[in-house]
């Protein structure tokens, strides 16, 4: 999961006419339930929501376990996984992905084999910015493969791994050996045992038709590099655990397409469509003088709150295998709202800052979750007892 820079400035200064929002004046939202989850934290130009998502699922689940709230370091993360990556790429002869994107499954591996850090033992912040950036740590780690794998020595040197780590060591600081927090002594993987946070817990699930229902598979996406498996479910029960996660006190690690029309910037996201009914009569007849492709670029110029595509599982595998539903960013489902059409919206935490009419958090439609979910990772309590059982889940 990352988030593509160049994508997202287009998209915050495209004209009305071609990239227009949905008025969020429009919406008023009414909490049905909510959770409680840690601050708003901003990834700002780096691609590692997977990281600040992943962990946010981490310190919301500390605080439903009745513990203080945790700052966890995403850039203690960040580093052990660039390292597993850049050793899979590079044994792999370049043949397989490197990059600064990533999943959940990362954290919870990261959890389980390293342990964790406080925020205050590792910023991540040793290149002279004040908030992270990492356009030159990305553009340098992976120059570095590269040279690695074309071997023009005939033979890997040992130095090659030193040589990696001292990149990450310069822009996101060495990962302490030690270190103290509220006057006790920890080490990575003693803190994350004081934490009292179980990865072991935790299943991620999706919802494909080009893998059998009740199996596992790696979902095939580029950031899945580690090549992590998902159980898969039909649409509607992936919908039920959702529901009944939230309903049972339990937050969910959120993986989606973002790139959409409807996935707007000041806090919404949507699945639009226009009804020409609904229209006036002058809005209905310009409506249907456009081509197929003018109403896709005017949707939004005409959408009517309350008004959304019918997703069904034929729709949402097609967007997939068509490129049309890809694996953009992570985030954390944290509760369920409705607007004043009756509308259902989870309640979502973002990793972009205090930014929009929400201050970092966003509203997406139960059509939009439905629609371009990639998968969700949650704890495997939070799933129903019938579908627990249909998976084997012990």
């Known amino acids: 999961m990352k988030i593509l820079f160049a994508l997202l400035a287009l998209l915050l200064t495209a004209s009305p006419v071609a990239a227009a929002a949905p008025d969020t004046t429009a919406y008023k939202f009414t909490v049905v339930k909510e959770l409680k989850i840690t601050p708003v934290k901003n990834q700002n130009r780096s691609s590692t929501c997977w990281s600040f998502s992943g962990l946010g699922l981490v310190e919301a689940e500390l605080l439903r376990m009745g513990k203080e ?3 966890l370091s995403e850039m203690f993360v960040v580093y052990t996984n660039y390292v597993d990556q850049a050793k ?25 084999h390293y342990g964790a850090v406080p925020e205050e033992a590792m910023r991540g912040l040793e290149y002279g910015e004040d908030i992270h950036s990492h356009n030159e740590l ?7 493969v590269d040279a690695v794998v074309k071997n023009p020595n005939r033979k890997l040197s040992p130095a090659w791994e030193k040589g990696f780590k001292g990149i990450l060591d310069a822009y996101l600081g060495e990962i302490p050996a030690n270190f103290t927090y509220k006057g006790k002594s920890y080490t990575p993987k003693s803190f994350a045992a004081s934490l009292g946070f179980n990865a072991g817990d935790y299943v991620s699930l999706t919802s494909f038709t080009h893998h059998p229902f009740y199996t596992e598979f790696a979902i095939e996406i580029p950031d899945n ?16 655990v959702l529901d009944n996660a939230i309903n049972a ?16 910037r000041e806090g919404v996201a949507i699945v639009p469509d226009v009804n020409p009914a609904e229209l006036s009569g002058s809005d209905q007849a310009r409506w249907l003088g456009f081509s197929p492709r003018e109403r896709d670029a005017q949707l ?11 997703i069904t599982q034929e729709l949402r595998q097609a967007g997939f295998d068509n490129y049309e539903t890809t694996d953009d960013h992570g985030m954390l489902i944290h509760g369920i709202a409705t607007d004043q059409h009756g509308t259902k919206y989870y309640m979502v935490k973002n990793s972009w800052g205090e930014t929009g009419k929400y ?3 966003w509203y997406a439609s139960e059509a939009f979750v439905k629609y371009k979910t990639i998968n969700i990772v949650v704890h495997k309590n ?8 249909k998976l084997g889940v012990k």
Do not use: C
């Open 225 to 240: 590099w580690r090549w992590a498996t998902s159980y898969n479910l039909p649409l509607d029960e992936f919908m039920q």
């Open 382 to 389: 939070a799933l129903p007892a019938t579908i627990k059982a």
């Open 300 to 310: 939004l110029n005409f959408y009517k709150p309350g008004h959304e595509k019918t």
């Open 138 to 144: 990305d553009t340098l780690t992976k120059a570095y």
């Open 69 to 71: 709230e945790a700052d």
């Open 249 to 264: 006190g339990y937050t969910i690690a959120w993986g989606s397409d973002v790139s959409e029309k409807g996935f707007n």
């Open 359 to 361: 201050k970092g958090l």
């Open 88 to 112: 899979k790429y590079v044994r792999l002869h370049g043949d397989g992905i490197f990059s600064p994107g990533g999943s959940f499954a990362d954290v919870l591996y990261t959890m389980q």
